[in-house]
């Protein structure tokens, strides 16, 4: 079946570092791509999607291009901050009516001043 | 936009007893999805409703778990006979069903504890 495999955290970095989280995927079909951020105590945030092969979803500073070819979708961003401390989770949409999502086991980034 | 609201926010109760938790979905979103979240974990699809009607549920929703969305508008999760591995955030959802594949909405969860 589909999934979605992200690397483990957590992930510490120092303020103005540069942040990748490796998001790979398994699925049947083309399905949108998507990172959600998700805060202490809080719901899941979207963060940005992508839709179809060789997409760009950015915000907030953040980017990932959706790579058909490497099954892949990774976070990056250039200059973290403190704020940007948080789970990270990556997620694909099943191409079937439903469109409900599968999510990766989430990423724990802790950002240092 | 208000947002998917949840509530409650927390809910703490013993074992064997019944819960139920209330989803209100942003207002013009037909379709609307539950998803349960252990500790460490991301959240796991439970079931969907598009409008009233509940299309697909998965295998984590045990008979002791009814979903219901009565009017397409708010839902409603009940979980019967509660049991310690219950304990979880139960998460939903809403989306739009127009112009393909929208992005869903989810609210601030219901965590549920228990005893």
């Known amino acids: 079946g589909d999934s979605v495999t992200q690397m483990e955290g957590p992930v510490t970095l120092s303020e103005e570092a540069f942040l990748t989280i490796n998001c790979t995927y398994t699925?049947?079909?083309?399905?949108?791509l998507f990172w959600y951020v998700q805060y202490p105590g809080e719901g899941l945030q979207l963060l940005l999607k992508?839709?179809?092969?060789?997409d760009k979803g950015s915000n907030k500073g953040f980017e990932a291009t959706y790579r058909k070819e490497t099954t892949s979708f990774h976070l990056e961003k250039g200059s973290v901050q403190v704020s940007d401390s948080a789970v990270y989770f990556c997620?694909?949409?099943?191409?079937?009516?439903?469109?409900?999502?599968?999510f990766g086991t989430g990423t724990r980034l802790k950002v240092l001043a | 936009d208000t947002g998917v609201s949840q509530d409650p926010r927390h809910k703490i109760t013993k074992r064997g007893q019944n819960v139920t938790f209330r989803c209100d979905p942003i207002?013009?979103?037909?379709?609307l999805y539950w998803y349960r979240q252990t500790l460490g974990q991301g959240p796991e699809f439970l079931t969907y409703?598009?409008?009233?009607?509940?299309?697909?549920k998965s295998r984590l929703l045990s008979d002791r778990f009814s979903a219901e969305r009565p009017k397409g508008s708010f839902s409603t999760l009940e979980i019967q006979r509660t049991e310690q591995g219950d304990s979880a955030m139960y998460l939903c959802?809403?989306?739009?069903?127009?112009?393909?594949?929208?992005?869903?909405?989810f609210g601030d969860g219901t965590r549920l504890s228990i005893l």
């Open positions: 699925a049947t079909g083309y399905p949108s």
């Open positions: 997620a694909l949409s099943t191409t079937s009516g439903t469109y409900k999502y599968i």
């Open positions: 992508a839709t179809k092969a060789d």
């Open positions: 207002s013009e979103h037909n379709r």
């Open positions: 959802a809403s989306s739009a069903t127009d112009r393909g594949n929208q992005p869903q909405h």
């Open positions: 409703f598009q409008n009233e009607a509940q299309l697909e």
